[in-house]
T-cell receptor, first 112, second 111 residues
Framework: SQQGEEDPQALSIQEGENATMNCSYK?????LQWYRQNSGRGLVHLIL?????REKHSGRLRVTLDTSKKSSSLLITASRAADTASYFC????????????FGRGTSLIVHP | DAGVTQSPTHLIKTRGQQVTLRCSPK?????VSWYQQALGQGPQFIFQ???????QRGNFPDRFSGHQFPNYSSELNVNALLLGDSALYLC??????????FGSGTRLTVV
């Protein structure tokens, strides 16, 4: 079973626009991570946010976490064609497990 | 500094056969996890190895087994292959914390 569920499943935007992806989860977590995957190859770790954090930034990425709503969002600002990829949220369960449990992902296409 | 290396890149096997996939972790990492990713799905956790022992296991049958060697490299073995085992198999290494480094994966096709 998968812990996180990303929304939307697919997103198509123009270069320069912002892209927002959401992730909802069901059980308590100690951290939430976002990964990127290009063309069905390996995943690249983008950012980790811990359960006691509400917002985190990394370059053009902004991640928020709302533990009361069990949800997170990933914002990519000023998107580029190179941002075209699948994006996954992965939750680490509370109780110390760091093994990420992945959702189905959001497929992002950025048109040049 | 080499990242996670997986071999082979692609593999075609016949139903009922056995397969072994290999993974070399990122330098300095001692924990190896294996994931299965079916087409259009997210990665599913198979198991994790630490200090040459299986530390945690996901919801996969006993046909899936693994091993970790003293140099922290790891193998994933799948016996009695089924068509449904066709997937991208990902290896990830870490120091036990949440920062995982993934390899590029092995694409297994069972015919």
């Amino acid at each position: 079973s998968q812990q996180g569920e990303e929304d939307p499943q697919a997103l198509s935007i123009q270069e320069g626009e912002n892209a927002t992806m959401n992730c909802s989860y069901k059980t308590s977590i100690n951290n939430l991570q976002w990964y990127r995957q290009n063309s069905g190859r390996g995943l690249v770790h983008l950012i980790l946010i811990r359960s006691n954090e509400r917002e985190k930034h990394s370059g053009r990425l902004r991640v928020t976490l709302d533990t009361s709503k069990k949800s997170s969002s990933l914002l990519i600002t000023a998107s580029r064609a190179a941002d075209t990829a699948s994006y996954f949220c992965a939750t680490g369960a509370s109780g110390g497990s760091y093994i990420p449990t992945f959702g189905r992902g959001t497929s992002l296409i950025v048109h040049p | 500094d080499a990242g996670v290396t997986q071999s082979p890149t692609h593999l075609i096997k016949t139903r009922g056969q056995q397969v072994t996939l290999r993974c070399s972790p990122k330098s300095g990492h001692d924990t190896v996890s294996w994931y299965q990713q079916a087409l259009g799905q997210g990665p599913q956790f198979i198991f994790q190895y630490y200090e040459e022992e299986e530390r945690q296991r996901g919801n996969f049958p006993d046909r899936f087994s693994g091993h970790q060697f003293p140099n922290y490299s790891s193998e994933l073995n799948v016996n009695a292959l089924l068509l449904g085992d066709s997937a991208l198999y990902l290896c990830a290494s870490s120091l036990g914390g949440p920062g995982y480094t993934f390899g590029s994966g092995t694409r297994l096709t069972v015919v």
